[in-house]
C-alpha cells in the first residue's frame, strides 16, 4: 500500500514562506513523477506544480511562478514544496500525489496516489 504523508503546513502572514514536505511510502519513487495540488474552500481542486522522476522537469501553474519552487530528494523518497512571498489567495489544503509515471502532467486525473492534505493559511 502507497502512502503519502504531507507536512509543513501552517498560518503564516503574507509575505512570508512555508516548506512543505510529502514523504512517500514508493518502492519506486525515482520512476514516480510528483506533484502538489491546492483546494481553497468552495473551489475545486487545483493543480499547483509538478516534478519528473529524475527532478529534471518541473512546472507550475502560472500564479506562482517565481514564488514556489518544487523539488525532490529520491534517496529520501520526499518531494518539498518551497513557498516564498505568500498571498490570501493561495490559502488552500495543499495535496501531495503521485502517478505512476516519471512524466509529469497537471490534471488531478493522471495522479494514482494521494496524500491526505495540509492546511495552509496566508493572514492579510
Known amino acids: 500500500q502507497v502512502h503519502l504523508v504531507e507536512s509543513g503546513g501552517g498560518l503564516v502572514q503574507a509575505g512570508g514562506s512555508l516548506r512543505l514536505s510529502c514523504a512517500a511510502s514508493?518502492?519506486?519513487?525515482?520512476?514516480?513523477?510528483m506533484g502538489w495540488f491546492r483546494q481553497a474552500p468552495g473551489k475545486a481542486r487545483e493543480f499547483v506544480a509538478t516534478?519528473?522522476?529524475?527532478?529534471?522537469?518541473?512546472y507550475y501553474v502560472d500564479s506562482v511562478k517565481g514564488r514556489f519552487t518544487i523539488s525532490r530528494d529520491n534517496a529520501k523518497k520526499t518531494v518539498y514544496l518551497q513557498m516564498n512571498s505568500l498571498k490570501s489567495e493561495d490559502t488552500a489544503v495543499y495535496y501531495c500525489?503521485?502517478?505512476?509515471?516519471?512524466?509529469?502532467?497537471?490534471?488531478?486525473?493522471?495522479?494514482?496516489?494521494w496524500g491526505q492534505g495540509t492546511q495552509v493559511t496566508v493572514s492579510s
Open positions: 500525489a503521485a502517478r505512476r509515471s516519471a512524466t509529469t502532467r497537471d490534471s488531478a486525473n493522471d495522479y494514482d496516489y
Open positions: 514508493l518502492q519506486t519513487f525515482s520512476w514516480t513523477a
Open positions: 516534478i519528473s522522476g529524475s527532478g529534471g522537469a518541473t
